[in-house]
């Protein structure tokens, strides 16, 4: 492990992309500007570590559960976030290999633009590279360098990978939001503990099946549409959903989904960092370069296979890297890949047999001998019938139902010595009461306090827009205000740094001369400070004005009232039934 200290001199301007205030709002992080205060506040307990690639003019910072890729903009004065990713097991190995950890009291400040960072700021990149030369990493412990053409390849397919995902994202962005006035639950066929619920929208649906959705205000409360009929839309939701943690009435938007093209980006960044499990893959993709092997022409496939077919099976049992088999429709690719699948199974070796369509690796899955343990992943709603029954809940169960089976000769021989004083069992069955009296306590806490917030939201009715706007306006002020302080600050160190050189010398006359002029800057900037922190109190009181207009409509609402004592009960309930 090679950790060095490095104290920041100064602040640190960070400008987020869309990208990356886009992967933060995705994980329920709206307002991109916390994190970075996050990485200051690390800083000033000389805390924040941190990772200098100069190859790529990249700095990653890391937070207390995101990694942050920062890019130093041209003029060397701010950085650009340009991505975030939660942190991992791969994050900490390569903390644990090499890190600087910053410190600085100055602060990390966010900034829309990079026009509005203050001038004079700096990125301290020439400091950091050096401090990070001086751990003296090896070049085991950083990336090896590779040919241009093969950089050249890479960078080529990111560019294809970051455009068709933009494309693709803002055409899904341009979906409206489907207003639902119902919540049904379904007799849906369940294949896994996944919740199944109806919608009944206000409005025939724009979506389509298998389009990924979430509820309004709540991305938790995700999953993918299984069925659309005129109003009604059928949602599969990603996890066990209970029915009361839906809101009655709401929204359903459909989401946004990188997660393909993130998938590609990673194994772009495996072939650029060399990290694959085949060292030559990029050799072999670029350079079409490839080890000599020859074909096991001893090995017999289960059915009858071609000569063309038999050829590219006993290929593929012996290659040591890649293989490429091209055939029209009818060929028999299907019947040829399940022969290599078996046959290596059979030889005690694991098979990823993957697909872009679902239907080809239940083709695939069909035609596999009973003798062979296969597991389907994927999406449940578009497998056959056949193919879900290799599912890994499917096969949890049929597999609990074996256990069962086998040990009920025994179960039945120690029935006898289970009297009825048999204390545990009657504990084991008081604890579950209890619990099913918990969950139907905190059920109907959370119900309450949904129909709580739309009780609320119905009162606030008629100052709703006032509230959001005056709510805006003290956010525009405080974004506004904390640059033009800054400004102020460069502005009063300038001008105390002309008037100590205006007080003696040679220079004194000139330093005079700018210590004026600075000092105009002075009183401009304190101004305009001015100006800005008085639009920030007169925002701040528009909204206690408005918010207390609000509270008050609250308070007299009588349906408030009364669900607000529901609620009340109902926690009263819930906490007695944790207690007991």
Known sequence: MTIASLLLPGPVAVVPSGRAIEQLAQAGLRDPSALISEFGSLASFNALPARVEPDRSRLVVYGKRWAAWLYPSDHGDAYRLGHVSPLSFKDQERLLKAALVLGGTAGWWAYHHVRDVPQRLSSHWPLLCRAWANLGVTRSEATPTMPAHH????????????ATRDIEIARQRQAPAL???????TREERHSARGVYAFQ??????????AQVFVTDQPDLRGRVLRVEDQEVTVRFDSTVEYARIPRQGALQVLPS????????DAVEVLRERRAAQPQLLTQL??????????????????MLDPAQLHAFRAALTVPDLLLVLGPPGTGK??????????????????LVTSHTNRAVDNVLERLPPDVRAVRVGNEDAMTAHARGFMVETQVEALRQEILAATEGATSRLAPFVGVEDQAGRWL???????????????????????????????????????????????ESRASLAPLAEKHRNHEMRAEVARRQAASGMLAFFFRWLADRRERHLAASFQQLSAAQTAMRLAEESYAAVRARADALIAADPAVRAVTSARDSACQVRGTCQVK
Not at 151 to 162: F, M, P, Q
Not at 179 to 185: A, E, F, G, I, K
């Open 429 to 475: 069955e008081y604890l579950a009461a209890r619990l099913t009296e918990a969950r139907l306590a905190d059920g109907d806490v959370q119900a309450r306090a949904a129909e709580l917030a739309a009780a609320v939201e119905r009162a606030t009715a008629p100052v709703a827009v006032q509230l959001a706007a005056a709510d805006q306006g003290v956010r």
């Open 201 to 210: 929208l206000l409005r025939n649906a724009t979506v389509g099946r298998g």
């Open 151 to 162: 950089s050249a390849y890479l960078d080529l397919l990111t560019d294809v990978v970051e």
């Open 258 to 265: 990188d997660r393909v093209y993130r998938a590609q980006l």
């Open 286 to 303: 670029v350079d079409h370069r490839v080890a000599p092997y020859r074909p096991d022409t001893g090995a017999q496939p289960r059915e």
């Open 334 to 351: 299907t019947r040829t890949i399940t022969e290599i699948a078996a046959a290596s199974a059979q030889r005690g070796q694991r098979v």
């Open 179 to 185: 207003p639902y006035r119902r919540l049904d639950s």
